[in-house]
Each structure stands twice: as structure tokens, then as C-alpha cells.
Nanobody, 121 residues
Framework: QVQLVESGGGLVQPGGSLRLSCAAS????????MGWYRQAPGKQRALVAT???????NYADSVKGRFTISRDNAKNTMYLQMNKMKPEDTAVYYC???????????????WGQGTQVTVSS
């Protein structure tokens, strides 16, 4: 069984910082692209940032210069450092990973369960 588990969400004041983590575990052969997505109330899930296995990154315009995505391939873990946070960053944050696993042929996309991030004074 393969799992993605997010952690690090919570309540933060505007201008503050949070660091999210996403740990992959289970019968994993390799992890390709990984990414963070978020879904605010009443809105569709949207891309926040992605990172390839080689470390190339891509960001939504709304978070450029404030958020940093990174990963530790040895630990099968991805991070999202969020700085200068704004109320509009409030959402449930989900991690996603494209993986090769022992139980399925080819690459399979997995989602975490989500972690709530609330930016409010």
C-alpha cells in the first residue's frame, strides 16, 4: 500500500510562515514529479507548485517569490515553505506524486488526504 501523508498545516497570521511536509511510504520503486495543490472553499483545486525528480520547479503566479517547494529524495519527502502568507492562501493543501510502485505497472498518481492552512488575524 502506498501513502502520501501531509503535515504542518495550521493557523497563521498574515505575513507569517508555515512549512508543509509530504511523506511518501509503501511499495515505492521511484517518485517522478511531485506537487502541491490547494482548494479554497467554493473553488476548484489549483496548482501551487511542482518539482521534478531532478529539482526543477514551477510555481503559480500567486505564490512566486513567497513559497518555495523542495524535496529530499532519500527520504521520499517533499516540502512547501510558505512565507509572507496572505488570507487568500487559506485552503486545504494537497500533495500529489507520480510514482512507480511494485503493485502496478507504469506510473500512477497519488494524492494525500490534505491539510488545512488558515491565514487570519
Amino acid at each position: 500500500q502506498v501513502q502520501l501523508v501531509e503535515s504542518g498545516g495550521g493557523l497563521v497570521q498574515p505575513g507569517g510562515s508555515l512549512r508543509l511536509s509530504c511523506a511518501a511510504s509503501g511499495s515505492i520503486i521511484s517518485i517522478n514529479d511531485m506537487g502541491w495543490y490547494r482548494q479554497a472553499p467554493g473553488k476548484q483545486r489549483a496548482l501551487v507548485a511542482t518539482i521534478t525528480s531532478g529539482g526543477s520547479t514551477n510555481y503559480a503566479d500567486s505564490v512566486k517569490g513567497r513559497f518555495t517547494i523542495s524535496r529530499d529524495n532519500a527520504k521520499n519527502t517533499m516540502y512547501l515553505q510558505m512565507n509572507k502568507m496572505k488570507p487568500e492562501d487559506t485552503a486545504v493543501y494537497y500533495c500529489n506524486a507520480l510514482m512507480s510502485v511494485y503493485t502496478t505497472r507504469g506510473l500512477v498518481g497519488y494524492w494525500g488526504q490534505g491539510t488545512q492552512v488558515t491565514v487570519s488575524s
